[in-house]
Each structure stands twice: as C-alpha cells, then as structure tokens.
C-alpha cells in the first residue's frame, strides 16, 4: 500500500515538472537573435531533479546538472541562442534518459514497454529511440535476456506452459522471431516436468473419485498454456500414479 501511495506521489511530482520545464523550454523561442548572452546567475531549483536555473540578465531557462556541467554553463560565460536550442535538445535527451532509469528501478522492462511508458511522458518519439539505443548498448535493457528469464520464472515459479508465455511475451512487445528462439530452448522434457508438477498439486487437492479429479485437472492445465497433447500425457502419468485402471477418457466428463 505504502509504494502504491509514493508511486502515485512521484508521479504526480513529476508531471508538476513537466509543466514547469516544457514552460522554460517554450520560453528559449524568446530569447534574442544574434545576440551574445552572459549567464549572470547559476542556482539550484527546489526540483527534486538536480536542475539548475541558468539566468541571462532577464532570460532564464532550467537544465540538469550533468548539462550545465558538459556545457560549462557558469557564470560569465557567453551563449548564443542557437547554443542554448542545442542545449535545451540535449537536457531532453538526459531528462528522457533519467526517467527511463526510474521506470527500470521498479522492475525491468521491454524495449516496448519502456518507450510505451515514455510516450506517456510525452517525450519526443526521435529522442526516446536514441535513449532506448543507448540503454541497449548499457545491457539496461535487454529483451533477449528478459524473454528468457520471464520463461524460466513462469515456467518454475508460476508453473505456466509454453502456449501461455508465448501470450504474455507477445504483449509485452518481443518479437516472435525471439519468442520462438527462446521457446525452443526450454526441452520437451523442462515442460512436461513442469506440468506434471502443477497437474499433481491439483489433483490432490481435488476430492473425488478419479473420474472427478480428472474432470477438474484437465481443464485447469489446458488453462495454464499448456497444449492438449502434453495434458493427456501427464493426465495418464496422473492416473498412472493414482492407481487407476488405463481406461479410454470420457471427454463429455471431462469438459462438464
């Protein structure tokens, strides 16, 4: 409840800043043409960002520390607006990389989902690739890594099957080529030991006679993405094991 509630406040501080900045940014357009520009004050905002106000006698504008740092933005220095527009491109660019690694620290994301979640922001689409690129190329976001270890996760802590990963893998924007790379790593064997695993807990916990847990079992693996073929496999594994006689299934009993 608690991360809920400071989930929702950091969001909410966010788009306070949002406003604020896309504000400032508007208001470079009104800076001077073709005229030197002396920074005449440097301070620290109250954002919670580490954000500077850059004050140029009348005219101000706000960007991050580590750009006011890389463009040596101290006082007595001179601009020119066509600098300070280069300028305000690139605190975009380190304000779209700085909310991306907030969304990683809740929990690791897909390429797609982290530029879903930027969008939303309302970052310029250009900017947001080149941010996704550069989080590649820091393994900060890596969807071949993610897609195998969300199946191994599924597959031994959730006990879910292949048809079911496949779904949830899709929606979260990997591509069916690496979907499929991924699936095909994980043996016949891994899927049916994981099925059987989650089959054998349901059906003790069914109260019945055979017919009954049967009836019960089956629709609930076929449920957990499992396909009909590895069911009745572990179905007649089940029996097997229940000491019931290896009788042709009732499929009408079955799907009651």
């Not at 929702?8 to 800076?31: G, K």
């Not at 790379?181 to 030991?193: G, I």
């Not at 069911?231 to 009993?253: C, H, P, S």
């Amino acid at each position: 409840m608690k991360r809920r509630q400071y989930q929702q406040e950091y969001d909410a501080h966010d788009d306070d800043e949002e406003l604020q900045e896309e504000a400032e940014l508007n208001a470079v357009s009104q800076f001077p043409d073709d005229e030197e520009l002396i920074i005449t004050r440097v301070e620290r905002t109250k954002s919670r960002e580490a954000r500077y106000r850059i004050s140029f006698g009348h005219y101000s504008l706000t960007v991050l520390e580590d750009v006011m740092i890389k463009y040596r933005m101290t006082r007595g220095n001179i601009f020119m607006k066509k600098d300070l527009e280069e300028i305000i491109i690139a605190d975009e660019r380190q304000r779209t990389y700085v909310q991306s690694l907030r969304f990683l620290e809740f929990k690791q994301r897909t390429r797609h989902e982290l530029r879903q979640k930027l969008k939303q922001k309302e970052f310029a689409a250009p900017i947001i690739e080149e941010v996704l690129d550069r989080l590649e190329q820091e393994k900060l976001v890596d969807d071949d890594l993610f897609a195998k270890e969300w199946t191994r996760q599924r597959m031994e802590g959730q006990r879910k099957g292949k048809l079911w990963i496949r779904q949830e893998l899709r929606q979260k924007g990997i591509t069916n080529e690496l979907i499929a790379e991924v699936l095909d790593d994980v043996s016949a064997d891994a899927e049916f030991d994981t099925a059987l695993t989650a089959g054998r807990k349901k059906w003790k916990q069914v109260r019945g006679d055979v017919q009954e847990k049967k009836r019960k079992t089956f629709p609930y693996l076929m449920r957990r993405g499992f396909s009909m073929d590895l069911v009745r496999r572990v179905m007649n594994r089940l029996m097997e094991e229940d000491g019931a006689e290896d009788a042709k299934e009732d499929e009408a009993l079955l799907w009651d």
